[in-house]
């Protein structure tokens, strides 16, 4: 029962059916006690939410009746610590199991956020003989494309001395995550014809086109992908409605973002099943693009129905007001916002430099150069106000002015070679000032700036984007 609701999203069920066994009484008199296989659906709907406090109840409760932790039982436990954000204690149960096999090996590379961390345990892989397992290896190279060195992410792959279609998958996902979607493009296209591409491959290449603005190349994939007879299932169509979705093609988000409000408000009243989360939330995305403060309330009121209280669609139509001059309009935003508690999560924006990442928060003051930094900012903004198609009226306040991705794009032009690619991440949706500076930084300087924020990557080049404008 425990394992069945645990695979099949019935995980609060999964673990108040646990709750009921021995020690409260509802099997103990008939001898039963939860082992192995108990315990690992149990962590594994605990790592499914990422319940620290159940995993951490659940490892002392292994430990207090002395049950074996095997390799099976203990990659569980890694799974759940990684999953949940505690990665010295997944090391630490790592460390202390007697037997490492593929599975706690890849479980605990899976789990890591951070280069240094990677690169210890890639070691110990090789120093373990471990190196040599493909799923290992795949995630050595997953692990490298998730903390953004792409170059280590390639070295590992290169070094694989077997490499499956996960293999080749793996690399075509790193890179486009990375913006580098040529690159993805000629894994994808060179993989061996001994790995014949497969539903995964195709959607991991049409999930990067879309991911990165192409909503051409997204659907070219998609014919390609038909003609030879593989069949799509709900990931491909959802990477087709994604590029058509970016590219601002013409139903809720396509409507929406080719400015058919009304047409979209309309589509959503008569789908025959409760709008959810992500179709009010296209119909707000395409509110903020095309200024519809009426609409926005309407798409702001159903998410707040369905108790999401993220802080980004009440930013979103904050903004709105904003634009459009509606100062009541925001009072009331900010007034809903306190009395709710929520706040607006603080932006950053972060480069790689040197191996080492840098990062970046409104108005910054702490990096060793700023003062260069701040410098270089003013130096772009002249450039950009003396082509005419930027006055500054976007950016109202001070702060956006200094908004963390203008200061980690100029780092960028201080720190790289004119010939590179600037590469920089945001936990944020780009504001719109944000996005019209980066766009002329790109004409000014003649250099290609690839930046992905919280919802897309974008691509600037000779004063455009890729996004179109749509984001």
């Given amino acids: 029962m425990i394992y069945g609701y645990s695979k099949s999203y019935g995980v609060q069920k999964a673990l108040s059916t646990f709750?009921?066994?021995?020690?409260?009484?509802?099997?103990?008199?008939?001898?039963?006690?939860?082992?192995?296989?108990?315990?690992?659906?149990?962590?594994?709907?605990?790592?499914?939410?990422?319940?620290?406090?159940?995993?951490?109840?659940?490892?002392?409760?292994?430990?207090?009746?002395?049950?074996?932790?095997?390799?099976?039982?203990?990659?569980g436990l890694v799974d759940m610590y990684a999953k949940c954000g505690c990665l010295e204690f997944a090391r630490k149960v790592f460390g202390s199991l007697v037997e490492h096999n593929e599975v706690s090996w890849t479980t605990l590379i899976s789990g890591q956020k951070y280069v240094t961390l990677g690169e210890l345990l890639h070691v110990y892989t090789i120093k373990s003989g471990m190196d040599s397992s493909v799923p290992v290896g795949n995630a050595i190279v997953t692990m490298y494309a998730k903390c953004g060195n792409i170059e280590k992410a390639s070295h590992a792959f290169g070094l694989m001395p077997l490499k499956d279609i996960i293999s080749w998958t793996a690399m075509i996902t790193a890179c486009s995550q990375i913006g580098d979607i040529e690159k993805a493009w000629k894994y994808f296209n060179n993989m061996p014809d001994l790995y014949e591409k497969n539903l995964v491959s195709w959607n991991a290449m049409m999930a990067g086109y879309a991911q990165n603005g192409l909503g051409g190349k997204v659907i070219e994939i998609f014919e390609d992908m038909l003609k030879i007879e593989c069949k799509p299932d709900g990931i491909s169509f959802v990477?087709?409605?994604?590029?058509?979705?970016?590219?601002?093609?013409?139903?809720?988000?396509?409507?929406?973002?080719?400015?058919?409000?009304?047409?979209?408000?309309?589509?959503?009243?008569?789908i025959p099943f409760k709008p959810n989360a992500a179709v009010w939330g296209a119909l707000l995305g395409a509110c903020r693009i095309h200024h519809h403060s009426r609409l926005a309330e309407t798409a702001v009121k159903n998410l707040m129905e369905l108790n999401v209280e993220d802080s980004g669609c009440f930013v979103l139509l904050a903004n709105i007001y904003?634009?459009?001059?509606?100062?009541e309009g925001l009072a009331n935003v900010r007034k809903m916002m306190k009395e709710k508690g929520i706040r607006k999560r603080p932006g950053c924006s972060w480069i790689e430099v040197g191996n080492r990442v840098h990062v970046f928060t409104v108005d910054d003051t702490n990096h060793p150069q700023i003062?260069?930094?701040?410098i270089?900012?003013?130096?772009?903004?002249?450039?950009?106000?003396?082509?005419?198609?930027?006055?500054?009226?976007?950016?109202?306040?001070?702060?956006?002015?200094?908004?963390?991705?203008?200061?980690?794009?100029?780092f960028g032009l201080l720190s790289l070679p004119s010939w590179m690619p600037i590469h920089v991440m945001k936990n944020l949706r780009v504001c719109d000032d944000c996005?019209?500076?980066?766009?002329?930084?790109?004409?000014?300087?003649?250099?290609?700036?690839?930046?992905?924020?919280g919802y897309r990557f974008h691509h600037f080049r000779d004063g455009l984007c890729s996004c179109g404008d749509y984001w």
């Avoid at 409605?241 to 590219?247: A, F, I, P, V």
């Fill in 435 to 453: 996005h019209l500076v980066i766009k002329l930084m790109s004409f000014v300087t003649s250099r290609e700036l690839i930046m992905r924020d």
């Fill in 19 to 75: 709750s009921q066994m021995p020690e409260h009484d509802l099997m103990c008199n008939k001898g039963f006690r939860p082992n192995s296989m108990t315990y690992g659906s149990v962590l594994s709907a605990c790592a499914s939410i990422f319940d620290l406090e159940w995993g951490i109840h659940l490892h002392a409760r292994i430990l207090r009746t002395e049950h074996s932790v095997d390799a099976l039982l203990g990659s």
């Fill in 322 to 327: 904003t634009d459009s001059g509606e100062l």
């Fill in 239 to 270: 990477a087709v409605l994604s590029g058509c979705s970016h590219m601002g093609l013409v139903e809720e988000d396509l409507l929406g973002r080719a400015g058919l409000l009304d047409e979209a408000k309309n589509l959503i009243d008569g």
């Fill in 371 to 374: 003062k260069e930094i701040y």
């Fill in 376 to 410: 270089k900012l003013e130096e772009m903004m002249k450039k950009i106000e003396d082509t005419g198609r930027y006055s500054g009226a976007v950016a109202t306040h001070r702060s956006q002015k200094y908004h963390s991705e203008k200061l980690a794009f100029a």
